[in-house]
């Protein structure tokens, strides 16, 4: 199989889970990665990220094969862009 149906191959789903294991060093549900799987997983995340990730966060592969790196103001911005307000109440009210 070469890369491009490697990468065709690949559904947002199964993408989430290869990410979430390359993050923690296990599957999903629980099971660990081999040093070999985790290697091959990263590969493949990154390749997947050079082809689709068009909003990259800090230290991740943008569409196009660029790292990206933000400065600590733009992650900042980004974190504070993406915040919800729960509840809010000023503190003299009565």
Same mark, same amino acid.
């Given at each position: 199989?070469?890369?491009?149906?490697?990468?065709?191959?690949?559904?947002?789903?199964?993408? $989430?889970?290869?990410?979430?294991? #390359?993050?923690? &060093?296990?599957?999903?549900?629980?099971?660990?990665? !081999?040093?070999?799987? *985790? =290697?091959?997983?990263?590969?493949?995340?990154?390749?997947?990220?050079?082809?689709?990730?068009? $909003?990259?966060?800090?230290?991740? #592969?943008?569409? &196009?094969?660029?790292?990206?790196?933000?400065?600590? !103001?733009?992650?900042? *911005? =980004?974190?504070?862009?993406?915040?919800?307000?729960?509840?809010?109440?000023?503190?003299?009210?009565?």
């Amino acid at each position: 199989m070469d890369i491009e149906q490697l990468l065709s191959s690949i559904t947002p789903e199964a993408y $989430e889970r290869l990410s979430y294991a #390359v993050e923690t &060093g296990k599957w999903p549900e629980g099971t660990p990665l !081999s040093q070999e799987q *985790r =290697d091959h997983a990263m590969q493949v995340v990154m390749l997947y990220q050079s082809r689709h990730n068009t $909003e990259p966060q800090h230290m991740t #592969v943008a569409a &196009g094969g660029e790292i990206t790196m933000k400065s600590k !103001s733009a992650m900042k *911005r =980004d974190f504070a862009k993406n915040q919800e307000t729960i509840v809010q109440k000023s503190v003299n009210d009565d």
